[in-house]
């Protein structure tokens, strides 16, 4: 388990204020994201959230976690409450190696840990992969002959979808392709700003530039 700092509960914010509603409402807020990648997904909650970190992923993982998961947290999440915030509230454990973690969150200019370190599942069981949350400046879906566009492609998506995103690592297409070819192994992404979600699954395609083709 990885050490975080000492907070008090009573400095805590407080979750949602109705436990199940609000967490349906995140859920399906998720489940739209993942299911049309490219798309920006409104997070609407009424949580008081931690002061480090994006509100929007703070919701997403209060609605996801539970005592059973795992969470890896980013430096400068580990060092203020958000660790703390969501242990009391959930129930998960904050774990010390990415590879370990079922749930992972990365702030906003925080190093990414390696996609292929994370947790990746298995041909039999690929749903025991890691998602993986990262908090980004900014995630605009645009037209798809936008220059230096994100081009998605792949379920959910007709024909190509556009994103202008910032906050990628400078190997992410890469990292990002070998990622989509381990299928039905990998990491789901989920990019937040600060308050709305794009999903990005293991199943899409995403290029830098040129349009992606669509997968027969």
């Not at 008081?48 to 609605?63: E, K, W």
């Not at 379920?155 to 992410?172: E, Y």
């Amino acid at each position: 388990m990885s050490a975080t700092p000492m907070t008090p509960l009573a400095s805590l914010g407080a979750g949602f204020s109705n436990e199940a509603f609000g967490s349906q409402a995140v859920f399906r807020a998720v489940l739209h994201a993942l299911s049309h990648p490219g798309r920006t997904v409104a997070v609407e909650h009424d949580a008081q959230t931690p002061a480090v970190g994006h509100a929007a992923s703070a919701a997403v993982l209060l609605a996801l976690l539970d005592s059973d998961c795992t969470l890896w947290l980013s430096p400068r999440l580990a060092a203020g409450d958000a660790g703390a915030w969501l242990r009391f509230h959930t129930g998960c454990t904050l774990v010390s190696d990415p590879a370990l973690a079922r749930f992972v969150w990365v702030a906003q200019g925080d190093e990414w840990p390696a996609l292929g370190s994370m947790a990746l599942g298995t041909d039999i069981y690929p749903d025991q992969s890691a998602t993986c949350v990262v908090d980004v400046s900014h995630a605009e879906a645009i037209t798809a002959d936008a220059i230096d566009a994100w081009q998605l492609c792949g379920p959910g998506i007709q024909n190509v979808a556009a994103l202008q995103l910032d906050g990628l690592p400078d190997d992410f297409e890469t990292q990002w392709a070998a990622n989509h070819g381990m299928f039905p192994r990998g990491v789901d992404l989920l990019l937040a700003t600060a308050d709305h979600i794009v999903g990005l699954p293991r199943t899409t395609r995403a290029t830098r530039g040129a349009p992606a083709l669509q997968e027969a």
